[in-house]
């Protein structure tokens, strides 16, 4: 089992990369967010999962072995596979999801192409009691909406998905209250038009 590559990015395309290590390129499939930041040429290393069909054999790659371990735990509920999973990762920070399955609320999952109703409350009722006592990149959890109310109130203007994640992710973590949340990111969306 491959569960840590490190090596050099010799590509990469809409939805994966190619980790260069000792004469090898590994396939590795990657976030959305991830594959923006990275470059050719630069040395990287991933948490892997090795995702094993029949007839095929994908590799995955994560930033944290807690990205990973919650990965795992995801394509461990019946109907999300690892490319749902992987969309899961990328709708909003890790500390978010987990906060909205703890708190019960699916709509954060419903926001995935591919999952609907039932199999966001499937993963929610699943994963509650998997997810309390994993740590989340030593964040302490706080179950308050933050800024998945923002989300909804800049998707509601219009903004796709990816637009609003973006603009959230540029959001300093330290500033809690919902409306400047909203203006700042509203201002990161501004600049981009």
């Known amino acids: 089992m491959i569960s840590f590559l490190g090596g050099i990015i010799k590509q990469k395309s809409e939805k994966s990369a190619t980790l260069l290590v000792n004469g090898v390129g590994y396939e590795i499939f990657l976030n959305q967010l991830t594959l923006e930041k990275l470059k050719v040429g630069e040395a990287r290393e991933f948490f892997c999962h090795l995702h094993v069909r029949e007839d095929l054999m994908e590799l995955y790659g994560f930033n944290s072995a807690e990205e990973k371990g919650f990965f795992e735990l995801l394509i461990s ?3 999300i596979g690892p490319k749902s999973a992987m969309a899961v990762l ?7 999801i987990q906060k909205a399955i703890l708190r019960g609320d699916p709509s954060l999952l419903r926001k995935v192409s591919g999952i609907g109703q039932k199999i966001a409350e499937r993963v929610v009722v699943e994963l509650k009691n998997k997810i309390e006592s994993m740590p989340i990149g030593g964040e302490k959890i706080d179950l308050s909406y933050g800024s998945n109310g923002a989300f909804e ?7 796709s998905a990816e637009e609003v994640r973006l603009a959230l992710r540029a959001v300093s973590p330290e500033i809690e209250d919902e409306n ?6 509203l201002k990161g969306l501004g600049k981009k038009k």
Not at 90 to 96: D, F, G, I, N, P
Not at 153 to 159: D, K, R, W
């Open 180 to 185: 400047e949340i909203i203006k700042l990111a």
């Open 77 to 79: 509920v019946s109907g």
């Open 90 to 96: 990328a709708v909003a920070k890790l500390s978010e």
């Open 153 to 159: 109130a800049l998707q509601g203007l219009g903004y």
